[in-house]
């Protein structure tokens, strides 16, 4: 089971990036999908997460209407399209794949938090950086 996270960059300040997650050993339509970034000297928070089974999806305050998440089964390939960068976007991206699909996504967005510790796999992230 692998999860291998791509897209990362430095770009201006209103700028656009898509990051995409590859899994390989599992197939997304089983699980939900998050992505989280961490900056230094700050928590792990979660931005987005999808599942494709459900067609549901969940955004963090911080990125709503600026961020879209989407998936590609036929490539089990998830994506994060990241319009009007800032810099406090600027962070690890990580993307993370979960089996309890529903609970994922109902807490997430029932509690306006996801919670990274019943994901089940993890990417070695990918690097953000948005320049003022």
């Known amino acids: 089971v692998q999860l ?53 999806t969940y955004y963090a305050d911080s990125v709503k209407g600026r961020f879209t998440i989407s998936s590609d089964n036929a490539k089990n390939t998830v994506y994060l399209q990241m319009n009007t960068l800032k810099p406090e976007d600027t962070a690890v991206y990580y993307c993370a794949a979960g089996s309890q699909v529903h609970k994922l996504i109902t807490t997430a967005q029932a509690m306006g938090v996801m919670a990274w510790a019943d994901y089940d796999y993890w990417g070695q992230g990918t690097q953000v950086t948005v320049s003022s």
């Open 4 to 56: 291998v996270e791509s897209g990362g960059s430095l770009v201006q300040a209103g700028g656009s990036l898509r990051l995409s997650c590859a899994a390989s050993g599992f197939t997304f339509d089983d699980y939900a999908v998050g992505w989280f970034r961490q900056a230094p000297g700050k928590e792990r928070e979660g931005v987005s997460c999808i599942s494709a089974s459900e067609g549901t």
